[in-house]
């Protein structure tokens, strides 16, 4: 069993950077695909990025493109999402999950096998 925990989040200005983080255990972390995801009050879950297993390949949604960036490092089993430009709507619960099978880097919630209980961003006007 993958467990995944988040941290990083907080309450931040619009423009101002933040960066969480997202450590796992359970499983060979390289052998891990990951995700971010989120969801603001009510709203459903939203698919924000993903990188593949060697990290060479990440997707983003289109309105976080050019202002967020994902990474990992698998020496320290952490992926992080380092958000840049911040502005109110990205105010939400971050969420981490990762994907255990050999499918291709996935965008959607359904292509995730594991989750994280989230970290509250806060992005004030």
């Known amino acids: 069993q993958v467990q995944l925990v988040e941290s990083g989040g907080g309450l931040v200005q619009a423009g101002d950077p933040l960066r969480v983080s997202c450590a796992a255990s359970?499983?060979?972390?390289?052998?891990?695909?990951m995700g971010w995801f989120r969801q603001a009050p009510g709203k459903e879950r939203e698919f924000v990025a993903a990188?593949?297993?060697?990290?060479?390949?990440?997707y983003y949604a289109d309105s976080v493109k050019g202002r967020f960036t994902i990474s990992r490092d698998n020496a320290k089993n952490t992926v992080y999402l380092q958000m840049n430009s911040l502005k109110p709507e990205d105010t939400a619960v971050y969420y981490c999950?990762?994907?255990?099978?050999?499918?291709?880097?996935?965008?959607?919630?359904?292509?995730?096998?594991?989750w994280g209980k989230g970290t509250l961003v806060t992005v004030s006007s």
């Open positions: 999950a990762a994907d255990g099978s050999l499918r291709p880097l996935a965008t959607t919630k359904g292509g995730m096998d594991y």
């Open positions: 359970g499983r060979t972390f390289s052998t891990l695909a």
């Open positions: 990188i593949s297993r060697s990290g060479i390949t990440t």
